[in-house]
């Protein structure tokens, strides 16, 4: 069973920084391209980031382009996300789940989500 496990989320001034961390297990991490994606208050799930088994392709959304860097440790079976130069509109619950062609990410796998909040 696929279980993963977000965790760094948290209150930051804007133009601060924050790293998320998403803990896997029940499947074979290093197998599988991976994603972050975000839901802020009263709106859709909008894709953030995906990276590829090994870590050497990554894509991201314009909206944080130059500001977010993902990256993994397979042999931690650990994805990140590395936040900076924080805006109020990044204000959402970042998740983590696997990748899929088309929508950017398995729905299904998602986790239970970790709060990040820009406010000064």
């Known amino acids: 069973e696929v279980h993963l496990v977000e965790s760094g989320g948290g209150l930051v001034q804007p133009g601060g920084r924050l790293r998320l961390s998403c803990a896997a297990s029940?499947?074979?991490?290093?197998?599988?391209?991976m994603s972050w994606v975000r839901q802020a208050p009263g709106k859709g799930l909008e894709w953030v980031s995906s990276?590829?088994?090994?870590?050497?392709?990554?894509s991201y959304a314009d909206s944080v382009k130059g500001r977010f860097t993902i990256s993994r440790d397979n042999a931690k079976k650990t994805l990140y996300l590395q936040m900076n130069s924080l805006k109020p509109e990044d204000t959402a619950v970042y998740y983590c789940?696997?990748?899929?062609?088309?929508?950017?990410?398995?729905?299904?796998?998602r986790g239970q989500g970790t709060q990040v909040t820009v406010s000064s």
């Open positions: 789940a696997k990748y899929l062609s088309g929508l950017g990410y398995e729905d299904s796998s």
């Open positions: 029940g499947f074979t991490f290093s197998n599988y391209a």
């Open positions: 990276i590829n088994t090994g870590g050497s392709g990554t």
